[in-house]
């Protein structure tokens, strides 16, 4: 069989190999290598990485509106129980001033009493 009658049967990289020679079809095999190498990295490494960075930059966001409601119910909260003690300081104060009150109205009543007595004979 002659080459030109081969053509054929011959795959298309043999074709390549007799007229371009060696260095080229060696050069095109290793840039389809490194090609195929990066489509493989970029599908089982690049993309995993990227999927789980995405995954935790959105539970990072959720807890951070999770944090910020709760800073905010913290806060509300602390509002809250300061009103608390504000409102329990001047009731006391309220107490405090009745009570006042009330043991000098007791001791007026008293004075008035032993002066009634003593004043009986």
């Not at 006042?100 to 009543?109: D, G, N, P, R, S």
């Amino acid at each position: 069989m002659t080459p030109s009658t081969n053509n054929s049967k011959t795959t298309w990289y043999l074709e390549l190999l007799k007229t371009q020679g060696i260095s080229t079809f060696l050069l095109l095999a290793l840039a389809f290598g490194i090609w195929r190498t990066m489509d493989w990295t970029g599908q089982n490494v690049i993309l995993p990485l990227v999927n789980r960075q995405m995954v935790f930059m959105n539970t990072l966001a959720e807890s951070d509106n999770t944090r910020n409601r709760l800073a905010t119910e913290i806060k509300d909260n602390t509002d809250a129980t300061n009103r608390l003690i504000v409102e329990s300081q001047r009731m006391l104060l309220q107490v405090s001033a009745t009570q006042t009150e009330l043991l000098q109205i007791i001791k007026i009543e008293s004075e008035k009493t032993r002066a009634a007595i003593q004043e009986k004979p």
